[in-house]
């Protein structure tokens, strides 16, 4: 950190000079990569930045949420397929990342926007039906 009257900014990788590396299983070293802190890298499977922003990570679950939806929207997907698909493995998989990202409703409705509209249309349920279908109870 560059502290200056009681603010704080990240230095940049020039501030910063010298190279980090590690050793594998065998003994062996590796350079590892350093970013600008307002990089994200995927690490156990989020995009984070070390300077906190999620933009990366927003963008990658926007694209998620759109590939889900031209997915679903195949021809060779039935009524039956395309709900239990959009509750047992989307939704699980949006869960992992509901824990681990700090994103605001607003941001999440967004980005489930494209598979909710798609899973709803090819389950053939009206898009004004109660969410409680969808989602279930808490």
Known sequence: FHTASCAYRYRSKEDLPGEFSLLDHTNTSHDVDQ???????????????????????????????????????????????????FQRSFLKLIEYYLLVTQLSISEWRSILHPAIKASLSKSGIPSTSPRVVLFGLN
Request: hydrophobic share 35%; with cysteine; proline share 2%.
């Open 35 to 85: 970013f600008e802190s307002d990089i994200a890298q995927k690490t156990l499977g989020v995009y984070i930045a070390m300077d906190g922003n999620q933009e990366a990570q927003k963008e990658y679950l926007m694209n998620m949420s759109i590939k889900y939806a031209a997915q679903i929207k195949s021809p060779t997907c039935d009524r039956n397929t395309a709900f239990f698909t």
